[in-house]
């Protein structure tokens, strides 16, 4: 089998912290996808044989590409929530593979933005984006991810960032006394520890109990999520809002630093949950309000990836450029 670009099979996967997904490119496009349990293989090379010895190749496998949730340095990531160290030199050597690539995984959802269609996204306002100007993605989940996409000259890269990590930036005077609290609590307060995350959510839900001086039921993200959407919990709702409105504004910030006319994409494990909710929250009305700027960002689109599997067609998308 040859594709013309990923010369033979490429193998892609989607390793997270609990679950791993691989496929292989068959024909030009991607195939069954394989799901297993990461505490089933002590190791990635365990994983990947089980999953290859599944199959009937009928060629070698020449490519593998492999975006992970954590930071990746020199081609490798020491996985935070289990026991895998994914490298790519280890990898080659052992099966044998032309090259190996280890991507962050907003690094992939970076990739796969020019190949989403309108079924995969939810419009969150704007006009249409400038063809070639720089795509971003952005979106909370265990932390907060962020990486643009930019074209120049026909070559694509994924910029990677450390965006979370910046300082949160409170809009309102309600805002500011909860980063208060939390600045109390944590000291510097960022936007993934602050609010743009699972433990974010959380930490918004606590803080503006204290400002109000209510008691807050005891809630992990999840059960805050679903107690704003059901109007059990008022506490739980103004969370929830507060977290919508930080997005508006974290996400206009970054937009402007990219100068991402082509498009915003939120993404990520937590806000694909309350779709309807985001669209009706102050996110769009924050994400423009930036002063002499809010023209520039008016006509930037926003969309909310509901696509389930873009990470591999990110992960295609990245194993034919580099193989072109």
Request: hydrophobic share 45%; charged share 20%; glycine share 12%.
């Amino acid at each position: 089998m040859s594709d013309g670009k990923t010369r033979g099979y490429a193998l892609l996967a989607d390793i997270g912290g609990t679950n791993a997904r691989f496929a292989l490119v068959e024909d030009g496009a991607v195939g069954a996808v394989t799901y297993v349990k990461v505490a089933d293989f002590p190791t990635v090379r365990d994983a990947v044989a089980d999953v290859l010895a599944r199959r009937a190749l009928t060629e070698p496998v020449r490519t593998a590409v492999l975006g992970v949730a954590g930071p990746v340095e020199n081609n490798r990531c020491v996985m935070t929530n289990s026991p895998w160290i994914i490298d790519g030199t280890d990898l080659k050597q052992t099966f044998g593979f032309d090259t190996v690539h280890v991507l962050n995984d907003f690094e992939v959802l970076a990739w796969s933005l020019p190949s989403l269609q309108p079924a995969d996204l939810l419009p969150l306002g704007g006009k249409a984006g400038v063809p070639g100007a720089p795509l971003l993605v952005l979106g909370p989940g265990t932390g907060f991810g962020t990486s643009c996409l930019v074209e120049r000259n026909g070559a694509r890269i994924a910029v990677i960032t450390e965006a979370g990590h910046a300082t949160l930036p409170p809009e309102t005077e309600r805002e500011e006394k909860v980063v208060d609290r939390l600045r109390r609590r944590f000291g510097h307060v960022s936007i993934e520890r602050g609010a743009l995350s699972g433990a974010g959510l959380q930490h918004l839900y606590e803080a503006i109990a204290e400002v109000e001086g209510v008691p807050a039921p005891n809630r992990d993200a999840a059960g805050i999520t679903t107690a704003a959407l059901d109007g059990s919990c008022r506490l739980s709702h103004a969370a929830l809002e507060m977290f919508c409105g930080l997005l508006g504004s974290v996400a206009g910030n970054l937009a402007l630093t990219f100068c991402a006319r082509g498009g915003v994409y939120i993404a990520g494990g937590i806000v694909p949950r309350f779709p309807k909710f985001l669209a009706a929250s102050d996110f769009r009305n924050r994400f423009e309000a930036k002063g002499n700027f809010e023209f520039y960002l008016h006509n930037i689109p926003t969309s909310l990836v509901v696509k389930p599997d873009a990470s591999f067609e990110g992960l295609k998308a990245f194993a034919d450029h580099h193989a072109a």
